[in-house]
Nanobody
Framework: QVQLVESGGGLVQAGGSLRLSCVVP????????MGWFRQAPGKEREFVAG?????????YADSVKGRFTISRENNAKNTVALQMNSLKPEDTAVYYC??????????????????WGQGTQVTVSS
């Protein structure tokens, strides 16, 4: 079992920024793909961004491209971050960190992951 601990959510005005962090206490192995997902009220959980841990290759949902950045932190030992800029009210959701060993990007984009964090609320006011 892999534990994921998220932090960094909160309330921000439209146009503002937030930074989310996800710590994996046991460390992140190189064969993992890490991702950020979100679920707004009444909607399905959706893919936001993903990163292949071995080489840092990234992918983003079209809705966040150019505004959000996923990155490896702490010398790529155990932390993945999501920098969110130019936030919009439609970005309001519970954000989840996910981890999966060897998961193809296509499956992660469909919302798949082996392990999930507890979620952190992001609220963007207009």
């Amino acid at each position: 079992q892999v534990q994921l601990v998220e932090s960094g959510g909160g309330l921000v005005q439209a146009g503002g920024s937030l930074r989310l962090s996800c710590v994996v206490p046991g460390g992140i192995l190189s064969n993992y793909r890490m991702g950020w997902f979100r679920q707004a009220p009444g909607k399905e959980r959706e893919f936001v961004a993903g990163i292949r841990w071995s080489d840092g290759d990234t992918a983003y949902a079209d809705s966040v491209k150019g505004r959000f950045t996923i990155s490896r932190e702490n010398n790529a030992k155990n932390t993945v971050a999501l920098q969110m800029n130019s936030l919009k009210p439609e970005d309001t959701a519970v954000y989840y960190c996910g981890a999966a060993a060897g998961l193809p990007l296509a499956l992660m984009k469909r919302g798949k992951s082996d392990y999930w964090g507890q979620g952190t609320q992001v609220t963007v006011s207009s």
